[in-house]
Nanobody
Framework: QVQLVESGGGLVQPGGSLRLSCAAS????????MGWYRQAPGKQRELVAV???????NYADSVKGRFTISRDNAKNTVYLQMNSLKPEDTAVYYC?????????????????WGQGTQVTVSS
Protein backbone atom coordinates (compact mmCIF):
# COMPACT_ATOMS: atom_id res chain seq x y z
CA GLN A 1 0.00 0.00 0.00
CA VAL A 2 1.13 3.51 -0.77
CA GLN A 3 0.80 6.35 1.68
CA LEU A 4 1.54 10.05 1.58
CA VAL A 5 1.77 11.26 5.16
CA GLU A 6 1.76 15.00 5.75
CA SER A 7 2.81 16.93 8.83
CA GLY A 8 3.58 20.45 9.92
CA GLY A 9 0.29 22.29 9.65
CA GLY A 10 -1.13 24.45 12.39
CA LEU A 11 -2.10 27.93 13.53
CA VAL A 12 0.29 30.81 12.92
CA GLN A 13 0.06 34.58 13.10
CA PRO A 14 0.31 36.71 9.97
CA GLY A 15 3.95 37.12 8.99
CA GLY A 16 4.89 33.83 10.59
CA SER A 17 6.33 30.66 9.11
CA LEU A 18 5.46 26.99 8.86
CA ARG A 19 7.15 24.02 7.25
CA LEU A 20 5.10 21.21 5.79
CA SER A 21 6.49 17.75 5.15
CA CYS A 22 5.11 14.86 3.12
CA ALA A 23 6.68 11.41 3.12
CA ALA A 24 5.77 8.76 0.59
CA SER A 25 5.99 5.10 1.55
CA UNK A 26 4.98 1.72 0.22
CA UNK A 27 5.43 0.05 -3.14
CA UNK A 28 7.42 2.82 -4.85
CA UNK A 29 9.74 2.15 -7.79
CA UNK A 30 10.38 5.81 -8.54
CA UNK A 31 8.85 9.26 -8.00
CA UNK A 32 8.17 11.79 -10.72
CA UNK A 33 6.60 15.11 -9.75
CA MET A 34 5.88 15.99 -6.12
CA GLY A 35 3.95 19.01 -5.05
CA TRP A 36 1.52 20.84 -2.84
CA TYR A 37 -2.01 22.00 -3.49
CA ARG A 38 -4.41 23.83 -1.22
CA GLN A 39 -8.13 24.26 -0.86
CA ALA A 40 -9.75 27.09 1.05
CA PRO A 41 -13.40 26.91 2.19
CA GLY A 42 -15.73 27.48 -0.73
CA LYS A 43 -12.91 27.47 -3.26
CA GLN A 44 -11.45 24.99 -5.70
CA ARG A 45 -8.25 23.14 -5.00
CA GLU A 46 -5.31 25.05 -6.47
CA LEU A 47 -1.68 24.42 -7.19
CA VAL A 48 0.77 25.90 -4.71
CA ALA A 49 4.12 24.51 -5.83
CA VAL A 50 5.57 21.49 -7.60
CA UNK A 51 9.04 20.06 -8.13
CA UNK A 52 9.88 17.57 -10.85
CA UNK A 53 12.27 14.67 -10.55
CA UNK A 54 14.80 16.79 -12.43
CA UNK A 55 14.49 19.64 -9.97
CA UNK A 56 12.36 22.03 -12.00
CA UNK A 57 10.24 24.22 -9.72
CA ASN A 58 6.89 25.84 -10.37
CA TYR A 59 5.01 28.15 -8.02
CA ALA A 60 1.65 29.82 -7.96
CA ASP A 61 2.04 33.57 -8.43
CA SER A 62 0.43 34.20 -5.05
CA VAL A 63 3.23 32.40 -3.17
CA LYS A 64 6.30 33.31 -5.23
CA GLY A 65 9.02 34.79 -3.06
CA ARG A 66 7.38 33.53 0.14
CA PHE A 67 7.17 29.74 -0.23
CA THR A 68 9.95 27.31 -1.12
CA ILE A 69 9.43 23.73 -2.22
CA SER A 70 12.16 21.13 -1.94
CA ARG A 71 12.49 17.36 -1.98
CA ASP A 72 14.75 14.73 -0.49
CA ASN A 73 14.79 11.83 -2.92
CA ALA A 74 16.58 9.54 -0.47
CA LYS A 75 13.68 9.96 1.96
CA ASN A 76 10.88 10.14 -0.64
CA THR A 77 9.89 13.39 1.04
CA VAL A 78 8.77 16.78 -0.20
CA TYR A 79 8.80 19.93 1.91
CA LEU A 80 7.09 23.29 1.72
CA GLN A 81 8.69 26.13 3.64
CA MET A 82 6.12 28.89 4.03
CA ASN A 83 7.29 32.33 5.14
CA SER A 84 5.53 35.68 5.47
CA LEU A 85 2.23 33.90 5.79
CA LYS A 86 -0.97 35.83 5.12
CA PRO A 87 -4.56 35.17 6.20
CA GLU A 88 -5.38 34.31 2.59
CA ASP A 89 -2.97 31.38 2.82
CA THR A 90 -5.42 29.70 5.19
CA ALA A 91 -6.47 26.40 3.64
CA VAL A 92 -6.12 22.66 3.81
CA TYR A 93 -2.82 21.79 2.15
CA TYR A 94 -2.58 18.53 0.22
CA CYS A 95 0.54 16.68 -0.81
CA UNK A 96 0.52 15.27 -4.33
CA UNK A 97 2.94 12.86 -5.96
CA UNK A 98 3.12 10.96 -9.22
CA UNK A 99 4.62 7.63 -8.23
CA UNK A 100 5.98 4.89 -10.40
CA UNK A 101 4.97 1.39 -9.35
CA UNK A 102 6.40 -1.87 -10.59
CA UNK A 103 4.78 -5.26 -10.56
CA UNK A 104 5.30 -8.42 -12.62
CA UNK A 105 8.07 -6.66 -14.52
CA UNK A 106 5.91 -3.76 -15.65
CA UNK A 107 5.84 -0.19 -14.41
CA UNK A 108 2.97 2.25 -14.33
CA UNK A 109 2.49 5.78 -13.05
CA UNK A 110 -0.19 6.77 -10.57
CA UNK A 111 -1.05 10.05 -8.87
CA UNK A 112 -1.53 9.93 -5.12
CA TRP A 113 -2.84 12.46 -2.61
CA GLY A 114 -2.18 12.95 1.07
CA GLN A 115 -4.96 13.32 3.60
CA GLY A 116 -4.46 17.07 3.95
CA THR A 117 -3.17 19.26 6.74
CA GLN A 118 -4.83 22.44 7.97
CA VAL A 119 -2.92 25.72 7.85
CA THR A 120 -4.60 28.65 9.57
CA VAL A 121 -3.11 32.14 9.48
CA SER A 122 -4.81 34.39 11.99
CA SER A 123 -4.05 36.86 14.74
Amino acid sequence: QVQLVESGGGLVQPGGSLRLSCAASGNIFDINTMGWYRQAPGKQRELVAVVTSGGTLNYADSVKGRFTISRDNAKNTVYLQMNSLKPEDTAVYYCNAELVHRSFGYTHNQVHWGQGTQVTVSS
